[in-house]
C-alpha cells in the first residue's frame, strides 16, 4: 500500500507516528511524509485522486494538516480519521455541544471569546475547569476556584483565544486514559494535569465494562476510528472531559505494530465508520452567530451512558 502521512513540526521526532511509520515500511508499504507547516504545496497536486490508498493527519490542533486531509478527502481519498470527525473533536466547544446532545456522560460547558464572558458564569459552578478551545496536552488547562481568581487570570486567558469553562468534576487526581484502534480499547491511569505530578509516567490497568462502552460510544458520536477518551470517575460515575483523535496510545503494548495494523486495515476498507449524524450539519449549516456573553453548551443526558450512578 502507499500512504501519505502528514505529520507537523512538533511530532517530527515524536515514537507517535515516528515508529509507526518505521513499522509500516517495514512491513513493505510506502509511507510518504509531508509536513504541512514548512512545505509549500500545490493543492491540486498534492491531493491528486489515487495518488494514495490513505492520508493520515499527526498534526497540532489549528495547523494546517487539517486543511489539507479535508481536501483529500473532498477528492475521495481515504483518510485516517474522517476528516469531518476530527474537526468535531478539534474543537472542544463543538465536541462539547455534540457529546452532550448525543447523550456522553460530559460536564456543562461554557464557551467565550472574551474571558470577561466567563465571569458571567454563576458562582455556584466554581470551581471551574478553563482551558483554549483548541488546546492540546494539557496545554493551558487551568483550575479556576473562585470568581475572583477568575477575574485575575484575565490577562492572561486573552491570548488563549475561545475559551470553554466547565465545573470541576470531584475526583482522585487520577485520569483515566482510554485508547480505541479500530475496535480495540486499552486503558491507562495518568496524574491529572491540575495536579502536581502532571508528568508523571502512566501505567496500563483494567478497563471498567461502564467505561469501555461509554469508549465506544464515543467512536460512534464523533465517527473516529483511532481516538483518545479521557475519563474521569466522579462521585456520580464516569465523565467525559476530553477526546483526541490519533493521541500518542502511549503504554499500550506493541503500539507501532497496532497503530500500523489498524491504519492499513482502515484503509483496505476504504476508510473509517459510518459517518457520524452531525457531518451533513457541519457540512451545509450556516455557522452560528456568537453571543456577547458566555455560551452554554448543554444538553440532556441519557441513561444508556450513565446507567449505575
Same mark, same amino acid.
Given at each position: 500500500?502507499?500512504?501519505?502521512?502528514?505529520?507537523?513540526?512538533?511530532?517530527?521526532?515524536?515514537?507517535?507516528?515516528?515508529?509507526?511509520?518505521?513499522?509500516?515500511?517495514?512491513?513493505g508499504?510506502?509511507?510518504?511524509?509531508?509536513?504541512?507547516?514548512?512545505?509549500l504545496m500545490?493543492?491540486s497536486?498534492?491531493?491528486?485522486?489515487?495518488?494514495?490508498?490513505?492520508?493520515?493527519?499527526?498534526t497540532?490542533?489549528?495547523?494546517?494538516?487539517?486543511?489539507?486531509?479535508e481536501?483529500?478527502?473532498?477528492?475521495?481519498l481515504?483518510?485516517?480519521?474522517?476528516?469531518?470527525?476530527?474537526?468535531?473533536?478539534?474543537?472542544?466547544?463543538?465536541?462539547?455541544?455534540?457529546?452532550r446532545?448525543r447523550?456522553?456522560?460530559?460536564?456543562?460547558? +461554557? *464557551?467565550?471569546? $472574551?474571558?470577561?464572558?466567563?465571569?458571567e458564569?454563576?458562582? /455556584?459552578?466554581?470551581?471551574? #475547569?478553563?482551558? =483554549? !478551545?483548541?488546546?492540546?496536552?494539557?496545554?493551558?488547562?487551568?483550575?479556576?476556584?473562585t470568581?475572583?481568581?477568575?477575574?485575575?487570570?484575565?490577562?492572561?486567558?486573552?491570548?488563549?483565544?475561545?475559551?470553554?469553562?466547565q465545573?470541576?468534576v470531584?475526583?482522585?487526581?487520577?485520569?483515566?486514559?482510554?485508547?480505541?484502534?479500530?475496535?480495540?480499547l +486499552? *486503558?491507562?491511569? $495518568?496524574?491529572?494535569?491540575l495536579?502536581?505530578?502532571?508528568? /508523571?509516567?502512566?501505567?496500563? #490497568?483494567?478497563? =471498567? !465494562?461502564?467505561?469501555?462502552?461509554?469508549?465506544?460510544?464515543?467512536?460512534?458520536?464523533?465517527?473516529?476510528?483511532?481516538?483518545?477518551?479521557?475519563?474521569?470517575?466522579?462521585?456520580?460515575?464516569?465523565?467525559?472531559?476530553?477526546?483526541?483523535?490519533?493521541?500518542?496510545?502511549?503504554?499500550?503494548?506493541?503500539?507501532?505494530?497496532?497503530?500500523?495494523?489498524?491504519?492499513?486495515?482502515?484503509?483496505?476498507?476504504?476508510?473509517?465508520?459510518?459517518?457520524p449524524?452531525?457531518?451533513?450539519?457541519?457540512?451545509? !449549516?450556516?455557522?452560528?452567530?456568537?453571543a456577547?456573553?458566555?455560551?452554554?453548551?448543554?444538553?440532556?443526558?441519557?441513561?444508556?451512558?450513565?446507567?449505575?450512578?
Amino acid at each position: 500500500m502507499r500512504l501519505c502521512f502528514l505529520v507537523e513540526e512538533r511530532y517530527r521526532h515524536d515514537g507517535m507516528p515516528r515508529e509507526v511509520i518505521r513499522q509500516l515500511s517495514a512491513w513493505g508499504h510506502q509511507v510518504d511524509v509531508v509536513r504541512p507547516g514548512r512545505s509549500l504545496m500545490r493543492m491540486s497536486d498534492a491531493v491528486r485522486a489515487g495518488s494514495h490508498d490513505a492520508w493520515v493527519l499527526k498534526t497540532v490542533s489549528g495547523g494546517p494538516g487539517l486543511t489539507l486531509l479535508e481536501a483529500a478527502a473532498a477528492v475521495g481519498l481515504t483518510t485516517v480519521n474522517d476528516a469531518r470527525s476530527i474537526r468535531g473533536v478539534r474543537d472542544k466547544a463543538l465536541a462539547a455541544a455534540i457529546g452532550r446532545n448525543r447523550g456522553l456522560p460530559m460536564p456543562p460547558t +461554557y *464557551a467565550a471569546a $472574551r474571558p470577561e464572558a466567563l465571569e458571567e458564569i454563576p458562582e /455556584a459552578e466554581f470551581p471551574l #475547569v478553563v482551558k =483554549p !478551545a483548541d488546546g492540546s496536552s494539557g496545554r493551558a488547562v487551568r483550575l479556576v476556584p473562585t470568581p475572583d481568581r477568575l477575574r485575575a487570570l484575565r490577562a492572561e486567558l486573552a491570548a488563549e483565544g475561545l475559551l470553554i469553562a466547565q465545573p470541576y468534576v470531584p475526583n482522585s487526581g487520577i485520569d483515566l486514559k482510554v485508547y480505541c484502534l479500530a475496535g480495540e480499547l +486499552y *486503558a491507562t491511569e $495518568r496524574v491529572s494535569p491540575l495536579g502536581p505530578d502532571a508528568g /508523571a509516567r502512566g501505567r496500563r #490497568v483494567p478497563l =471498567p !465494562a461502564e467505561v469501555a462502552a461509554i469508549a465506544a460510544e464515543v467512536g460512534a458520536v464523533y465517527g473516529l476510528d483511532l481516538y483518545g477518551v479521557d475519563v474521569l470517575l466522579g462521585p456520580d460515575g464516569p465523565v467525559v472531559v476530553d477526546v483526541n483523535d490519533f493521541p500518542s496510545f502511549k503504554e499500550v503494548p506493541d503500539a507501532a505494530a497496532r497503530v500500523g495494523r489498524a491504519v492499513l486495515e482502515l484503509a483496505r476498507r476504504g476508510g473509517a465508520r459510518p459517518q457520524p449524524a452531525f457531518a451533513g450539519a457541519l457540512a451545509g !449549516a450556516e455557522p452560528p452567530v456568537p453571543a456577547p456573553g458566555p455560551v452554554p453548551v448543554t444538553g440532556r443526558m441519557t441513561a444508556t451512558v450513565s446507567g449505575g450512578r
